[in-house]
């Protein structure tokens, strides 16, 4: 008698939203990758196991690019919610493969040094201060869009060399994004509209913006015709969504699982000099990207026994991957001193995340600063009713309500 075929959850329904872990585990229990429903009328195969995802990731005959699938599976992808295809739009790094990918990659990295991320870091630590100083007055507060939101938005203005009017129209825009309003079309049409006004008012007066930031370093590379206008505009586009959008998102989740672990954040405590281990351990325990950008392969792949056709779509899903017992001992465990450098969890190969360096130090500084301000800080209601967020893409809460002091 034949085995009964399993019933495999499908880790994007609403009720996965707050606990998708459960869902991850029966999927990886059952194999490392599966054909799933990810939304009506499209089929995706989704790859949780750990060893599959890494190679899936660096392997050139998956592309990024929208081109590499069929009309008939753009179509289906274009009528998902805003966050869950927006990598589809433009010519930025999401969507693109090498060498456009490379050259443009290039470009951006020169904003990127370790020298500017070195120079960055006190103004970092003096952003953070000046929040948490915000907020000394306050019994309550929602640390996601009275502390996370708005540190990596100011981070995000003085990166970019935006005139001081940018962080108030970021932030708004940005509150809009992590609250998830922006997954409706129509509020997604006006964030674009704004962003678009307020960028292409900087692209006409060069001279409003700082010469050592990263949107000077843009502009003079279209000038050198190093990247074209519509590279351009669509770089700056995914600076404003990528730039604030996952590091705020990890700052708030990594706050609410030390919150939910009391014995884990008082040996962080006890031992500051675990933050850099300990933010590895989050980053795989509990980061904010569920997924990759969709994947389209170039010919058929065979990955674990299962043949993938080409332009079929692809997931590769970072949390799944990041909890697979095959790779983690007692995976569904925080240990702040578990070696977790091997975590997914800002990709891997070309498409790793170029602001690694700096969401670490934003995360390193904000956590730090957050707990020795406010050794009393706890969470102001049931983990478990954290209002987080349901979509394919992002792990992240609505709002983090904390009670700041006893």
Partial sequence: MASPVPVLPQPFRKEFAAAPYVAYRRLIEAGPIHQLEVAPGLLAWVVCG??????LLID???SIEPASTTSEVRGVLLSLATEEKQSLYGRHLLATDPPDHTRMRKVMSAALTARRLRSLETRVQEITDTLLNDLADRERADLLTDFALPLTILVLVEL???????????????LQVLRGDAEHDDVFLQVIQSLAAYLGDLIADP????PDGLMALLLAAERRMEISTDELNSLLFQLFFAGHESTGYFIANAIATLLQ???????LRQNPDLIDGALEELLRFEGSVKSATWRFPTEPIEVAGALIPAGDPV?????AANRDPRQFDHPDRLDLGRAS??????????????????????????VLSLFSRFPDVQLNGPYEELPWRHNMVMRGMSRLPVVLSR
């Fill in 341 to 366: 450098t091997g975590h997914l969890s800002f990709g891997h190969g070309a498409h790793h995340c170029l602001g690694h360096a700096l969401g670490r130090m934003e995360a390193k500084i904000a």
């Fill in 315 to 319: 997931l590769v899903l970072f949390g």
């Fill in 207 to 210: 001279q409003a913006v700082s």
């Fill in 261 to 267: 672990h009391p014995t884990e954040l008082a040996r």
């Fill in 50 to 55: 750990y060893e599959e995802s890494r190679a």
């Fill in 60 to 62: 050139r005959r998956l």
């Fill in 160 to 174: 970019i060399g935006l005139p001081a009017d940018g962080a108030l129209l970021f932030g708004d825009l940005g």
